[in-house]
Antibody
Framework: QVQLQESGPGLVKPSETLSLTCTVS????????WSWIRQSPGKGLEWVGY???????NYNPSLKSRVTMSVDTSKNQFSLKLSSVTAADTAVYYC????????????WGQGTLVTVSS | DIVMTQSPESLALSLGERATINCKSS????????????LAWYQQKPGQPPKLLIY???TRESGVPDRFSGSGSGTDFTLTISSLQAEDVAVYYC?????????FGQGTKVEIK
């Protein structure tokens, strides 16, 4: 069973870049698809995007211009960067895994709250 | 984007009663090539991530009690809890994985009356 754990700053200033890392255990980051999903009171659950095979990505068009995802196979981790953040990006961010590009989410991290505020 | 609309927003039932949650997609999530509906249901309890209950609209995830069942096809789907238990208090979400961007319903809160 794959286990996921998010890490990163809980507070980010407006206009700066949000950076989160997800550490994978019980499986290889070279397998599976890896997504970021966020949850805010105002917008519910929102899929941010996924990365696969150390390079292939698919981002939500609503965030595409600000999102970058990457994989670090040496550390068995994958990461999210979201630039030019505003208060609207305040949310609990979950990392998640799934078997293919069109698949249900089989594993979720516990989530990490990121607040955008000066 | 495919819009997922759940109803009701909340429901309060007595222990042992049947709970019915509806989910409607703005376009069909059925692939005729493999005869599957690309629809999942999740349960989320406070302070926890969502937990997968149902995929392919009606396939129960391993370990999920059989009082949970999913039905429907095309654009209209239902999650049923046949006999509500105290531990079922949670928010329930549907999700389509037919096309990206994946989208979720707004959630249905289930409480005990």
């Amino acid at each position: 069973q794959v286990q996921l754990q998010e890490s990163g700053p809980g507070l980010v200033k407006p206009s700066e870049t949000l950076s989160l890392t997800c550490t994978v255990s019980g499986g290889s980051v070279s397998s599976y698809y890896w997504s970021w999903i966020r949850q805010s009171p105002g917008k519910g659950l929102e899929w941010v995007g996924y990365i696969y095979n150390s390079g292939s990505t698919n981002y939500n068009p609503s965030l595409k211009s600000r999102v970058t995802m990457s994989v670090d196979t040496s550390k068995n981790q994958f990461s999210l960067k979201l630039s030019s953040v505003t208060a609207a990006d305040t949310a609990v961010y979950y990392c998640a895994s799934h078997r293919s590009s069109l698949d249900w989410v089989s594993n979720w991290g516990q989530g990490t709250l990121v607040t955008v505020s000066s | 984007d495919i819009v997922m609309t759940q109803s009701p927003e909340s429901l309060a039932l007595s222990l042992g009663e049947r709970a019915t949650i509806n989910c409607k997609s703005s376009q069909s999530v059925f692939y005729s090539s493999n005869n599957n509906n690309y629809l999942a249901w999740y349960q989320q309890k406070p302070g926890q991530p969502p937990k997968l209950l149902i995929y392919w609209a009606s396939t129960r995830e391993s370990g999920v009690p059989d009082r949970f069942s999913g039905s429907g096809s095309g654009t209209d789907f239902t999650l049923t809890i046949s006999s509500l238990q105290a531990e079922d208090v949670a928010v329930y979400y549907c999700q389509q994985y037919y096309s990206t961007p994946w989208t979720f319903g707004q959630g249905t809160k289930v409480e005990i009356k």
